[in-house]
C-alpha cells in the first residue's frame, strides 16, 4: 500500500461534480461506518457544502440524541429526523451525511430518495465494532451486549441499505482513499439526474 497520502486528483473531482449535478449526495450506512467523517472530506474535496443530520437534528433542539431518546423515545426522534432531512434535501447540490437508522425509517427513505444520489458505506462488523465501542453516545449500543446489538442490526438493515444508488466498502484505510473511492463511484454513475 502506498504510505504516502496523494491529493485527490482534481479531474476526479471535477468529473464526480458534473456526474452529480444538482443532485444532493446521501451517505447512508451503519454507526461507525464513516458518514459523517467521509462526508464531510467529500464535500471538502467538492467544494459543496456539508450538513450532517445528526448535527442538524442536535441543533435545532437544542438537545444531544441520548438526551432526544431519554426524554421522547425512538419514534419521536425518527419523526423529528424525518422532517430535518426533508428540509435539508430540498435543494442541492450539497453532501448530506445521516444517522445509521434515518434510511431504514419508511418516511425518511422516502425523503433520501427523491433527494439525491444515495451512497453505503459498508463495513463489516469488526471494522464497525473498533470504531463505535470508544464511544458511548449511541443510545441503541447502551445494551448488556453491545457487539450483539450491532450484528443484529446489520443483519436486519443490510438488505435495505442495499437499495443505494452506490456501494463504497468502508474499511480502514486512509480517510482519503475513500474519499476518491467516493468519488470514482459518482463519476462512473450511470443514474440520470431527474428534473
Ligand atoms: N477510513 C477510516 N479509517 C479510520 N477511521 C475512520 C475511517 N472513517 C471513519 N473513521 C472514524 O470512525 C469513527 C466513526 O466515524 P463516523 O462518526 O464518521 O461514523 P458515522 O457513520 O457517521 O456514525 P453514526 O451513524 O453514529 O453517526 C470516527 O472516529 C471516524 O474518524
Ligand atoms: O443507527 C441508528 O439508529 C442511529 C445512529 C446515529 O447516527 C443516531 O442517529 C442515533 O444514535 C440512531
Ligand atoms: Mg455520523
Known amino acids: 500500500m502506498n504510505d504516502v ?13 458534473l456526474s452529480l449535478g444538482k443532485r444532493n449526495l446521501i451517505f447512508i450506512g451503519l454507526m461507525g461506518a464513516g458518514k459523517s467523517a467521509i462526508g464531510r472530506l467529500t464535500a471538502q474535496t467538492l467544494g459543496i457544502p ?5 448535527h442538524e437534528i442536535e441543533r435545532v433542539s437544542r438537545m444531544t440524541i441520548s438526551e432526544l ?4 423515545g425512538e419514534e419521536e426522534f425518527r419523526a423529528l429526523e424525518a422532517r430535518v432531512l426533508k428540509r435539508l434535501l430540498r435543494s442541492g447540490p450539497r453532501v448530506v451525511s445521516t444517522g445509521g437508522g434515518a434510511y431504514i425509517n419508511e418516511r425518511s427513505r422516502r425523503h433520501i430518495k427523491k433527494g439525491g444520489l444515495t451512497i453505503w458505506l459498508k463495513a463489516d462488523l469488526d471494522v464497525l465494532w473498533e470504531r463505535v465501542n470508544k464511544r458511548d453516545t449511541r443510545p441503541l449500543l447502551k445494551t448488556e451486549n453491545p457487539k450483539q ?7 436486519a438493515r443490510y438488505p435495505i441499505y442495499a437499495e443505494a444508488d452506490l456501494i463504497v466498502l468502508s474499511r480502514d484505510v486512509k480517510k482519503e482513499r475513500m474519499v ?10 450511470q443514474k440520470a439526474e431527474t428534473p
Open 50 to 54: 456539508f450538513v450532517d443530520s445528526d
Open 5 to 17: 497520502t496523494e491529493p485527490v486528483s482534481a479531474s476526479l473531482a471535477e468529473r464526480a461534480k
Open 149 to 155: 446489538t450491532l450484528e443484529n442490526l446489520m443483519r
Open 180 to 189: 476518491e473511492e467516493v468519488l470514482a463511484a459518482i463519476a462512473d454513475c
Open 69 to 72: 431518546f431519554a426524554a421522547y
